[in-house]
C-alpha cells in the first residue's frame, strides 16, 4: 500500500485529528479509526460524516448522471463535450483564478469538493502540492474519475473528506479553492471557520462558482425553482434540493468580517447570451446568479 504522506501534507485523523503523517494504509490510528486506500483515494472521511453525506450522495450522483456530467467529458474547462454554455462561463472564472494566484506562494492547495479532480490537476501544474477532498469517490464524477488525470501525469492526491471537518492539520494550507462547492454547505460561517483553521497565515480562500445575488429574494427564487424542478422530475424532497444554496455580497461581506478575513470581490465576464439575461432579467426586476471571482485572505505575515 503507498504511503499516505507522500509529499507529506499533515492529513489528520476525522475521528481525533491527530497527525496521520506518517500513516499506511490499512492502519488504524491510536483512536481506532482504519485509514483506507480505496482504489488510490485515501478515505478520511469519519464514519458519522460518511452516514450523513449518504443519502445527498446518493440523489446527487443520480442527478448528475441524468444531465450527464463527467464520465467521459473530462477535459475540462476548454474541451467539453457537453454543458457547453456552462462550461464557457467557467472557463474564465478558471482563468481569472489562475491569474489571481500567480502571487500566492507555492505549498499545499487544496480544491475542496474537488469532483472528478480537473482543477486539482491544473493546482499541480502550476506548482502546488495539490490536494482534491470530496465526500463524493465515484467514479464518474467523483474522486475516482481523477485516475485520468493521475495517468496522464499529474501528481496529486485524493482524499475522500469533508470539507466540514478537513482532515487536514491547522496552519498548513497556502491556497483553498472552492470551486463550485461552497454553496452546498449548510453552514458558511462554520465552514469559512474551519478553511481559515488550515490556511496558513497570510493564505487564501479561493471561491468560483457559486451563485451570488444582489438580494437574496433573487436567490430564493432560483432555490425556490429547483425545488420543484427536482421534485417533478426526480420526486426529490424539499429538504434535499435545498443542499445547494447561494451567496448574497452582503452575506459574504458579513462571512469574512465574521472569521477576521479580508474579502476582495472580481466580477467576471460571463460572455454576451448570458449578459443578455442578465439585462433582460434586470428589466423584469428579476436578477439572475452571477459568477464572481472571490477571494478572501487570513491576516498575518507568513
Ligand atoms: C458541483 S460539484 C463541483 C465539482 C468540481 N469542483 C467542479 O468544479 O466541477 C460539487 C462537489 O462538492 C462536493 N461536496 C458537496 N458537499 C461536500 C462536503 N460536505 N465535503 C466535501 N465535498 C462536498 C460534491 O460531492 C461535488 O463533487
Known sequence: MPSLAGGNPPFTCPQCRALLSQALAGERCACGFLIRNLDGVFDLL?????????????????????????????????????????????????????????????????????????????????GFNAIALDINNSSADGLQAGQRYLDQGATFHRIRGSMEHAPLDANCVQLLVANASFHYSSDFES????????????????????????????????????????????????????RSSYLTFRRLRELAASVDMSLTIQHVWPGWPRRYRE????????????FPLALLRKAGLQ
Not at 452516514?51 to 448522471?65: D, G, K, M, N, T
Not at 456552462?86 to 475542496?112: C, H, M, Q, Y
Not at 429574494?217 to 421534485?231: N, W
Open 191 to 242: 465552514l469559512l471557520s474551519e478553511f481559515r483553521r488550515v490556511l496558513v497565515n497570510g493564505g487564501v480562500v479561493a471561491l468560483l462558482d457559486t451563485p451570488f445575488y444582489e438580494n437574496a429574494i433573487d436567490g430564493e427564487r432560483m432555490v425556490a425553482q429547483r425545488v420543484k424542478e427536482f421534485s417533478e422530475k426526480y420526486s426529490i424532497d424539499e429538504a434535499m434540493s435545498r
Open 46 to 126: 469519519s464514519e458519522a460524516d460518511a452516514a450523513a453525506s449518504e443519502p445527498f450522495l446518493e440523489i446527487y450522483e443520480r442527478v448528475r448522471r441524468d444531465e450527464q456530467w463527467g464520465g467521459d467529458d473530462l477535459d475540462l474547462p476548454f474541451r467539453a463535450k457537453r454543458h457547453r454554455d456552462i462550461w464557457n462561463i467557467r472557463k474564465r472564472s478558471f482563468r481569472a483564478l489562475e491569474s489571481a494566484i500567480g502571487t500566492v506562494p507555492r505549498g499545499i492547495a487544496v480544491d475542496v469538493g474537488a469532483g472528478n479532480c480537473w482543477l486539482t490537476r491544473y493546482l499541480d501544474r502550476w
Open 279 to 290: 439585462i433582460r432579467g434586470r428589466l423584469a426586476g428579476q436578477q439572475i446568479a452571477q
